[in-house]
């Protein structure tokens, strides 16, 4: 009989650059793709540059994940993968963040089953080969509710996360203390980790500042009629006008 790792899926190639450290995975939807989904991870970016050592020896690659079905989640996502997948393509158009898309959640996904991210880290090491530094960028909610993921503490071991702070409007730089103080009380309330380890959560909080997109937000206006107008602030053009020319969302096709 054919062992579980013989009838699993082959991984999907990730293509990063041999230079590329750390690989930032970045998993989510992306349904639609918005401003906040580049613009933030340019932030970590610089962030991952500025830490202590990490002059001339750092060059981050950001790796979007396009999530299957969210094990936290009771619904999948609105667009299809095919378009979702097209408008991260088109959203990175002219974009200067040096990253690109992995599909492998997708393209291993079986019908109504969610996806869990430490399977999906255990595969970006397998398909990366032994030497790449894996980083993991996940949102404060996220963060919080970290122990309640599948393979927690081994999961930090394979891919150290990176937590997007977000505690005022602008760009970053103000109250980022406070942000990380009340992220950490959140998580020490979880009686899950121990004091050093939520010391070490607290070096991983990086200051992002907040851009106010949603993609909840951007549907559920899309479907209410916005003009394109209202829209071009947290989408691209062409993402907008992918999602116009498919009719997706509730959008008038071709309007």
């Not at 401003?35 to 340019?42: D, I, N, V």
């Not at 996940?138 to 930090?156: M, N, S, V």
Request: glycine letters at 10%.
């Amino acid at each position: 009989m054919d062992s579980a790792a013989e009838r699993e899926p082959p991984v999907t190639p990730l293509m990063v650059p041999p230079e590329a450290t750390p690989i930032v995975l970045y998993g989510g939807t992306f349904d639609p793709p918005h401003r906040a989904h580049l613009e933030l991870p340019t932030r970590v970016c610089r962030w991952l540059g500025a830490q202590p050592g990490a002059a001339g020896a750092t060059r981050p690659w950001i790796v979007y994940v396009p999530a299957a079905r969210s094990p936290f989640k009771s619904k999948g996502a609105a667009a299809s993968d095919a378009d979702r997948v097209a408008m991260l393509a088109i959203a990175r158009e002219g974009v200067s963040i040096r990253s690109s898309v992995w599909t492998d959640e997708l393209d291993r996904a079986e019908p109504g089953q969610p996806s869990y991210m430490i399977q999906t880290v255990e595969r970006a090491h397998r398909a990366l080969g032994p030497g790449p530094t894996l980083r993991l960028l996940i949102g404060a909610d996220q963060a919080i509710r970290f122990h309640d993921w599948r393979g927690a503490r081994r999961l930090i071991e394979l891919a150290e996360p990176v937590v997007m702070a977000r505690s005022l409007e602008g760009p970053p730089g103000r109250g980022a203390a406070a942000e990380t103080e009340r992220l950490i009380g959140e998580m020490e309330r979880a009686a899950f980790w121990s004091n050093d380890e939520l010391g070490r959560w607290r070096e991983r909080v990086a200051d992002v500042g907040v851009i106010d997109a949603s993609a909840t937000g951007i549907r559920e206006r899309i479907a209410g009629g916005a003009e394109d107008a209202e829209l071009l602030g947290v989408l691209s053009p062409g993402v907008l006008g992918y999602i116009r020319a498919r009719g997706l969302y509730g959008s008038r096709r071709g309007s």
